[in-house]
């Protein structure tokens, strides 16, 4: 039931996607349940399709190809960067808050414990 279920809203999306987007695109699926594959929009509509991607030089087929791992790399790297910038982001907070209690005469530096780098950029 779950299988039949997802594979029509599957379908059914590719279908948005090539009347919204104005692409080919096609599916084909191997159910657990049946012998043949299933095949959007259908095994002729499949083969049409494959036969022009494959017609594409093979520099252009692969240049925005992506696989699990390239996608998951990805990801990650730009996960990182969003993780670098909130550093700075943080670093540059915890400056100016060490800073603002300086200014206002509410702390001594050796009373507080801060992260060293952040008070050696002080100096």
Sequence with gaps: LTFKKRSGGLMKKLEELTT???????????????SNPVAWPSRGGVGEVFSEFMEIPMMER???MMNQESYTRQRIN??????????????D???????????????????????????????
Excluded: W
Aim: proline residues 3%; charged residues 30%; aromatic residues 8%.
């Design 20 to 34: 919204l987007c104005g692409v080919q695109a096609c599916a084909v699926l191997f159910s657990p349940y049946e």
């Design 62 to 64: 692969t240049n925005k």
């Design 78 to 91: 730009k996960e990182e960067e969003q993780l670098k910038k909130l550093r700075e982001e943080n670093r």
């Design 93 to 123: 907070f915890a400056i100016r808050e060490l800073m603002l209690h300086c200014l206002k005469g509410k702390m001594m530096m050796e009373h507080y414990h801060y992260n060293p780098s952040v008070v050696q950029d002080l100096r």
